[in-house]
């Protein structure tokens, strides 16, 4: 038996709407499900949670955006119970990185299929990152995307307009990093983008080589740019061209260790947390996924 897990204010109320539809598919095929809305923000993960030992499910889908996931995986995490994702949101960064189709009766067949594969994901302090997490310019992008009024009606185009208004105000800020042990020191970053999938903000191609099986984390830093040379590259992250920029550095690891004098915004699949932890540890395989 499948349990859908249905954020219906996901994507300003698709989530709802998206449910209908793969219901009448559900009853019309006569395939036996159970489903649960979620009433409040952590409510999908605790549902995800306490369901998973009960024995009979044979997945746990959820209907919604990066949110739904990051929540539901969180529950999962280190189970045997495979996720599967309806995409309903505004960002869907997690169905672009899993070749999931935008297209709910598609993505319904997908779940069907059931094919299971084991991903990466890394352990934030405690909390689980399911496809990636951000420092400095892109966790305030969050903080102001999250409070955005109009976010459902704007999609991919919130991170745009998010990162502009950042942009304006930003002051870079002194990092230091190990990664297995190494250590690299940064002055004046933007950001460092830490992922298991090439995608985050909205279809940014932020480390397009990051790969959701190959139990490393990819690490993306930017310092040492102009205000100017930083919107002047900004487009460019979307094809992933921006590698080749002298002030981007890529790493890869399986343990990364963080300080800074300075406060630090962190988020983690879009949800913001605040100051990061002082380490990330890749768990390999840890997540089932459909
Ligand atoms: N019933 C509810 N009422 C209010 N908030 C909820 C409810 N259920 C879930 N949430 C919260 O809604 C937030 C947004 O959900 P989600 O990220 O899935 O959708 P989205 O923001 O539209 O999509 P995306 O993250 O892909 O842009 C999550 O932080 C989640 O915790």
């Known amino acids: 038996m499948r349990l859908f897990i249905v954020n219906p204010v996901a994507g300003n109320g698709r989530g709802r709407k998206v449910w209908s539809q793969v219901e009448q598919t559900l009853q019309r095929k006569q395939i036996p499900y159970h489903v649960r809305f979620t009433e409040r923000p952590g409510h999908a993960g605790e549902i995800a949670r306490s369901d998973a030992s009960r024995g009979d499910l044979t997945a746990i889908v ?50 069907l299929e059931h094919r299971v594969r084991r991903v990466d994901t890394a352990n934030i302090g405690g909390r689980t990152m399911i496809g990636f997490a951000g420092i400095g310019f892109d966790g305030r992008v969050a903080q102001t995307v999250n409070r955005f009024p109009f ?6 185009l919130n991170y745009v307009l998010g990162a502009l208004q950042v942009w304006v105000g930003f002051r870079p800020i002194e990092v230091s990093l190990t990664v297995d042990g190494k250590p690299y020191d940064y002055s004046a ?23 959701h099986d190959d139990g490393q984390l990819d690490i993306c830093c930017v310092n040492n740019l102009s205000r100017n040379e930083f919107l002047r590259i900004f487009p460019s992250v979307f094809k992933g061209k921006h590698i080749s920029h002298p002030s981007v550095t890529l790493l890869r690891g399986k343990e990364i260790t963080l300080s800074s004098e300075s406060q630090l915004a962190m988020h983690v699949d879009g949800e913001t947390i605040g100051q990061p932890p002082s380490s990330i540890t890749v768990q390999p395989e840890s997540l089932w996924v459909l």
């Open 189 to 211: 970053v933007w950001l460092i983008a830490i992922t298991n999938t090439p995608y985050y903000g909205g279809g940014m191609k932020i480390c397009p080589h990051a790969c």
């Open 151 to 156: 976010k459902h009606w704007l999609g991919r």
């Open 62 to 111: 959820a209907v919604g955006g990066d949110g739904t996931v990051h929540e539901v995986g969180n529950g999962l995490v280190g189970t045997q119970v495979p996720v599967g994702f309806i995409p309903a949101g505004s960002g869907n960064d997690f169905s672009l990185a899993q070749e999931i189709p935008d297209d709910p009766g598609k993505a319904l067949e997908r779940v």
